[in-house]
């Protein structure tokens, strides 16, 4: 193992027919504003320890240590120190993270440091355990598939898989959890291994094949009445289709997809915390939504609300923009802009999130205005004179802002809106509307007349009550 090991799983096992093993590197760069070789330097660096040590477990814990560890050398002795204790049980994952360790103390020459000998004891123990455990399971899996029960041949593989994810093997997690398809027998199980399946795909970042589940999980016969017995699906679906989506920049429905959890179920992710639901849906919400859709959407949520308790920093930003307190708002991102960038689904985004705030901030900022002194605006939004004019200028090109400046003067002149044109707009869209409306409801009228109807599995049981 190198310093940049890309995978958790044993050298000597292939996984080309089933996926790429997971990526312990920092992904791939999408975004221009973050340079590949870019470190960041974070405050209060015990703090970020302890959301990691209570926030997550097993191959999530792993990951996002992993890459503080590469992207910030300030915390990756201390971060490093860690993982070696906590992956004790992975005897592959403790491994790699002391081979990292060792090559730390060597490079950096911290000779105030002593590096803890490497534990080949605990190594082979653990590697015992786990072959027991595997050969046991095994067993009990030929007994099963002798006598054809496919509800025990499903358990056998989901444990196999669990098994391979506590020990951080997500190459045979993801062989045993598609075996486990076919084996299952109703919606509650298929449910629960397209689940798996996604946490895989999130932990290598395959963000299509991520959505492709989601979909394929709500798409499952039987969906709708599981999900009436626990609520805690649906979160677990949108918490892994917000990241897919803010992964791949579709901020505004990852942002969606956030906003439309609830706080009791974000405790069961084995993706993100509570805490990560909120400064990803916040923060996404701040850049692509409107004043109207932040307050209906965000600030007058009970659940998100609840959610944005754990993480009073950006829900006083959230509240602050809505306000148009805006340096305020960008004090309170700034503080929190380190943090973010130890975030290895965050990072690459943070640039383009804040500058897409800052644009929200400077269209909010004009809309009462006839006219704006561009100087008064740079002091606001703390940028230079120059900085400020060229973003006006790209907000007024992309149709954000409709007004003139004035470079000699540094003002920005709203332009006059001709109450004639606006009123007959709105009447246009009211007439369309209506049309659409009378159409439909012919459409309507007609499938009824032949016939042409099917009901959703509530209603067919409300009918039959009825008819009781």
């Not at 973010?340 to 809309?367: E, F």
């Not at 006219?371 to 120059?386: C, E, G, L, N, W």
């Amino acid at each position: 193992m190198n310093g940049n090991s890309k995978d958790f799983v044993n050298d000597n096992q292939s996984c080309d027919a089933v996926q790429e093993d997971v990526q312990m590197d920092r992904p791939a760069n999408d975004n221009d504003d973050n340079d590949e070789g870019t470190f960041y330097v974070v405050e209060n660096p015990s703090t970020i320890l302890d959301d990691y040590v209570y926030n997550y477990l097993n191959t999530a814990l792993y990951q996002r240590l992993a890459y503080i560890a590469d992207c910030c050398p300030p915390l990756r002795l201390e971060i490093l120190e860690h993982a070696v204790f906590v992956t004790s049980r992975a005897p592959f994952v403790y491994q790699f993270f002391h081979h990292r360790l060792a090559v730390e103390i060597t490079n950096a020459k911290r000779l105030q440091y002593e590096l803890p000998p490497l534990d080949t004891k605990r190594i082979k123990e653990q590697q015992e355990k786990s072959a027991s455990t595997i050969a046991r399971m095994e067993n009990s899996l030929r007994f099963y598939e002798k006598t054809g029960v496919k509800a025990c041949i499903y358990r056998i593989h989901n444990e196999l898989a669990e098994h391979y994810m506590q020990i951080g093997n997500i190459c045979n997690a993801l062989k045993w959890f598609l075996k486990a398809q076919d084996y299952c027998v109703n919606a509650k199980q298929v449910i629960s291994t397209n689940q798996n399946l996604i946490n895989i795909a999130v932990f290598q970042q395959d963000w299509s094949r991520v959505l492709s589940y989601v979909t394929k999980t709500e798409q499952t016969p039987g969906f709708r009445e599981e999900l009436m017995k626990d609520e805690k699906i649906f979160t677990l679906l949108k918490c892994a289709a917000g990241v897919a989506q803010l992964s791949t920049k579709n901020f505004k429905a990852a942002a969606h997809s956030f906003l439309q959890t609830c706080w009791d179920c974000c405790e069961f992710s084995d993706i993100v915390s509570p805490g990560d639901v909120a400064i990803y849906g916040g923060l996404c919400a701040l850049a692509t939504f409107n004043r109207s859709e932040l307050h209906y959407f965000v600030i007058i949520n009970t659940n998100f609300r609840e959610i944005l308790e754990d993480e009073p920093p950006i829900r006083e930003a959230i509240l602050n923009f809505y306000q148009s307190r805006f340096p305020a708002c960008k004090q309170l991102l700034d503080r929190m802009r380190g943090r973010l960038l130890l975030d290895i689904y965050l990072a690459p985004h943070v640039s383009t999130l804040y500058a897409k705030i800052r644009s929200r901030g400077l269209v909010q900022y004009c809309i009462p205005y006839v006219s704006v002194d561009i100087r008064r605006m740079a002091q606001t939004f703390d940028r230079t004179v120059p900085a400020i004019e060229e973003e006006l200028v790209r907000l007024i090109l992309d149709g954000q802002i409709e007004a003139l400046i004035d470079s000699v003067n540094k003002v920005l002149y709203a332009k006059k809106k001709d109450p004639k044109k606006t009123a007959l707009a709105k009447g246009l869209a009211v007439g369309k509307e209506h049309l659409r409306s009378a159409q439909m409801l012919v459409l309507r009228v007609a499938m009824l007349k032949s016939g042409i109807e099917v009901q959703s599995p509530v209603e067919q049981i409300e009918d039959m009550q009825v008819e009781k």
